[in-house]
């Protein structure tokens, strides 16, 4: 079951104020992470803030503190509890959740779609049962990931349920 989360105009200013950040310290590095195709930072930008949009999403459906990160990459995860977010604006045809072949096995991937303001979180996956041979495809030729379709994903309230447990379960008594 999918979770259907509406980005407040003030929450959408956070998100293109990180991806704004996120975009002047990748361009002074001269950093393009896109290895599989060419995109300008108009079109970057635009992937950030769906991104980013997608993060805030998925923290609200989750129940969970969002905190904007810049440049950490794999050392932390974009949500608390090795959550993952990956985020597309197609919402028909062919949605999958991409994971790829530097992506931890151990963190839980969540897949949202759409355009702010209104995104949907889809469903999850372990990294480690996300890597199977009938997920793994080369669409544009130039690097193999495991595209899971959303039929197989896990549903969203499980998820932040086994969230909201971990946490309590941390609270001090």
Known sequence: MSVEVTITPWQYKACV????????????????????YRRTWLERTAEEITGICGEMAA???LNVF??????????????????????TTKTQGRVSLIIRDNDPDDRVYVL???????????????????????????PRDMRPAW?????????????????AQAAAAMEPV
């Open 17 to 36: 104020d990180c991806a704004a950040a996120r975009m002047a310290t990748s361009n002074e590095a001269g950093w393009n992470h896109a290895s599989t």
């Open 59 to 61: 923290a609200t459906a």
């Open 66 to 87: 969002w905190w904007p990160s810049v440049n950490t990459f794999h050392a932390t995860s974009d949500l608390p509890g090795g959550v993952e977010v990956r985020s």
């Open 112 to 138: 949202v779609t759409g355009e702010p303001p209104t995104m949907t979180v889809v469903g999850w996956i372990i990294g480690a049962d996300a890597k199977r041979d009938e997920y793994l495809s080369d």
């Open 147 to 163: 595209f899971v379709p959303r039929r197989d994903l896990n549903p969203i309230p499980v998820l932040a349920e086994h969230l």
